[in-house]
């Protein structure tokens, strides 16, 4: 599975320091999640849309794994990058296509 990194909301800045912050961040969640970055994103997205009874204790566990990488992902893209307003990493699975 395959899936897209955009850094979103950072106006003003070169394309060049965008694709860097953008290879940083994927680069850390790679690191923290190797093969599971869809599992994880999947579990992370049901349970922001469920209440925690409708969970299994595996979505629980792999909603607060991503939360934990995506935390380590963005300070890794950030880094050296200054301050923005409301700036953030939007990832997106490409369903059907070969990582």
Avoid: C
Wanted: charged share 30%; hydrophobic share 45%; aromatic share 10%.
């Amino acid at each position: 599975m395959t899936y897209t990194v955009t850094l979103v909301d950072f106006p003003a800045a070169p394309p060049d320091v965008i694709h860097a912050a953008e290879a940083r961040f994927r680069a850390a969640l790679d690191k923290a999640l190797a093969d599971q970055v869809a599992p994880t994103l999947r579990a992370f997205q049901s349970a922001s849309e469920s209440s925690a009874n409708e969970l299994t204790k595996d979505e629980v566990k792999l909603a607060g794994d991503w939360a934990a990488a995506y935390a380590k992902a963005k300070e890794a893209g950030f880094r050296g990058l200054g301050d923005a307003d409301e700036p953030y990493f939007e990832v997106r699975l490409q369903e059907g296509l070969e990582r």
